[in-house]
């Protein structure tokens, strides 16, 4: 018996395999690109972004201390700090000053590098290394390092070499644990992978897991460096005469707050390069990582 039920255009062209008539394009409003979950943005729209995020603290900056709006002796106007600047500058004090804390800080972080990294490694990649590693540094990096000082002190002395052992305390312990769980984070397949092959132990280590880490390795040290600046200032204000921390303190104690706030500006500027240093190094050394970060 035939069938007595409508038809549609639409169930005619599904029953004959064809496509819809049209479906209309969902419209997109203007700017949903910036907010888009793990999307990408324009160049151009990415570095506005980056320029207003500086641009507009600086003027509500001027505009409390220009008018007058904001204690001058907490809070100086941008001239005045520009002032103190120079002023230490043609002083002689302030390079000095950030040479020393740079070769505190490189010093310190790459001792702690070239230690954490091959032990975290070691971690990662061998259970007995975890076990007989990662009690004691999961213990020491839970102690405040300011509560470190009085011991460093008594062991290193007062000169540069307990300022580079805070930095490195500071540092070392957090890292080596980063390590290990970037080294744990490389797929079982791919390690099971090079062993069906015929990979051995050596060949599994040096050239399969370290290749594999080295981005995320990368991004350890990233981090980390911006610890051993916080460090710096902590090693700094110690028995000692020069250095960023050293200027602050200086800046304190006299309630210079111009001085205070080129300290303040001149480590944030300091690390900012070094963050800069290390995005832009790394597509060279890895690039097979994925990039697609900020």
């Given at each position: 018996?035939?069938?007595s039920?409508?038809?549609?255009?639409?169930?005619?062209?599904?029953?004959?395999?064809?496509?819809?008539?049209?479906?209309?394009?969902?419209?997109?409003?203007?700017?949903?690109?910036?907010?888009?979950?793990?999307?990408?943005?324009p160049?151009?729209?990415?570095?506005?972004?980056?320029?207003?995020?500086?641009?507009?603290?600086?003027?509500?900056?001027?505009?409390?201390?220009?008018s007058?709006?904001?204690?001058?002796?907490?809070?100086?106007?941008?001239?005045?700090?520009?002032?103190?600047?120079?002023?230490?500058?043609?002083?002689?004090?302030?390079?000095?000053?950030?040479?020393?804390?740079?070769?505190?800080?490189?010093?310190?972080?790459?001792?702690?590098?070239?230690?954490?990294i091959?032990i975290?490694?070691?971690?990662?990649?061998?259970?007995?290394?975890e076990?007989?590693?990662?009690?004691?540094?999961?213990?020491?990096?839970?102690?405040?390092?300011?509560a470190?000082?009085?011991?460093?002190?008594?062991?290193?002395?007062?000169?540069?070499?307990a300022?580079?052992?805070?930095?490195?305390?500071?540092?070392?312990?957090?890292?080596?644990?980063?390590?290990?769980?970037?080294?744990?984070?490389?797929?079982?397949?791919?390690?099971?992978?090079a062993?069906?092959?015929?990979?051995?132990?050596?060949?599994?280590?040096?050239?399969?897991?370290?290749?594999?880490t080295?981005?995320?390795?990368?991004?350890?040290?990233?981090?980390?460096?911006?610890?051993?600046?916080?460090?710096?200032?902590?090693a700094?204000?110690?028995?000692?005469?020069?250095?960023?921390?050293?200027?602050?303190?200086k800046?304190?104690?006299?309630?210079?707050?111009?001085?205070?706030?080129?300290?303040?500006i001149i480590?944030?500027?300091?690390?900012l390069?070094?963050?800069?240093?290390?995005?832009?190094?790394?597509?060279?050394?890895?690039?097979?990582?994925d990039?697609?970060?900020?």
């Amino acid at each position: 018996m035939a069938s007595s039920l409508p038809t549609t255009p639409a169930i005619e062209n599904a029953a004959a395999g064809a496509a819809p008539a049209s479906v209309t394009p969902t419209r997109r409003r203007p700017g949903a690109r910036l907010f888009r979950i793990g999307g990408e943005i324009p160049r151009p729209a990415y570095t506005a972004i980056a320029a207003a995020s500086f641009i507009l603290p600086l003027l509500l900056w001027c505009f409390f201390t220009y008018s007058g709006r904001a204690n001058a002796l907490v809070l100086p106007t941008p001239t005045r700090v520009w002032n103190a600047a120079i002023e230490m500058y043609q002083g002689g004090t302030l390079l000095p000053d950030i040479q020393i804390s740079i070769y505190r800080i490189g010093m310190g972080f790459l001792l702690s590098a070239v230690l954490a990294i091959p032990i975290g490694i070691l971690m990662g990649a061998y259970k007995s290394a975890e076990a007989a590693h990662e009690p004691l540094v999961g213990f020491i990096r839970y102690v405040p390092v300011p509560a470190l000082i009085p011991l460093v002190m008594v062991v290193a002395g007062i000169d540069e070499a307990a300022k580079i052992a805070l930095i490195f305390i500071g540092t070392y312990f957090q890292m080596v644990l980063v390590v290990a769980d970037v080294t744990r984070q490389v797929p079982r397949d791919l390690l099971n992978a090079a062993r069906t092959l015929g990979a051995n132990g050596r060949q599994l280590l040096f050239n399969v897991l370290l290749p594999a880490t080295l981005p995320g390795l990368l991004d350890t040290c990233r981090t980390m460096i911006g610890w051993a600046w916080t460090y710096l200032v902590i090693a700094e204000v110690v028995a000692t005469s020069s250095g960023m921390g050293y200027m602050l303190l200086k800046a304190q104690r006299f309630s210079r707050s111009d001085e205070m706030f080129v300290g303040i500006i001149i480590l944030g500027l300091l690390g900012l390069l070094t963050d800069i240093a290390f995005k832009l190094i790394q597509p060279r050394l890895v690039p097979w990582a994925d990039l697609n970060k900020n």
